[in-house]
Nanobody, 125 residues
Framework: QLQLVESGGGLVQPGGSLRLSCVAF????????IGWYRQAPGEEREGVSC????????NYAGPVKGRFIISRDNDKNAAYLQMNNLKPEDTAVYYC??????????????????WGQGTLVTVSS
């Protein structure tokens, strides 16, 4: 059974930082690109960032570019999202997902191979 577990969410003040982790169980995360997604209350889920299988390809959504950094450690079967200079509009549940075929496929939410349960990030003073 493919399982992803996210952690690292919490309450942070505007301008603060958080680092999210995504750990895979039951499969090798290195076989997949990894996408980070978020869903704010009342909004649709949106892509935040994606990293290729070997870490050489990175992409970011416009609102987070320059503030968030995606990375991965295939030896630890894990991926990370470093979030800096957080803003209230970053408040959302954040999910990681195993993306087959490469980051170009990350928009096919219904066809991704595994999703985590999500971790809540709240940015508020």
């Amino acid at each position: 059974q493919l399982q992803l577990v996210e952690s690292g969410g919490g309450l942070v003040q505007p301008g603060g930082s958080l680092r999210l982790s995504c750990v895979a169980f039951g499969f090798s995360l290195g076989d997949y690109a990894i996408g980070w997604y978020r869903q704010a209350p009342g909004e649709e889920r949106e892509g935040v960032s994606c990293i290729s299988t070997n870490g050489g390809g990175l992409n970011y959504a416009g609102p987070v570019k320059g503030r968030f950094i995606i990375s991965r450690d295939n030896d630890k079967n894990a991926a990370y999202l470093q979030m800096n200079n957080l803003k209230p509009e970053d408040t959302a549940v954040y999910y990681c997902a195993a993306v087959p075929y490469g980051c170009y496929f990350s928009g096919h939410h219904d066809q991704l191979h595994a999703w985590g349960q999500g971790t809540l990030v709240t940015v508020s003073s």
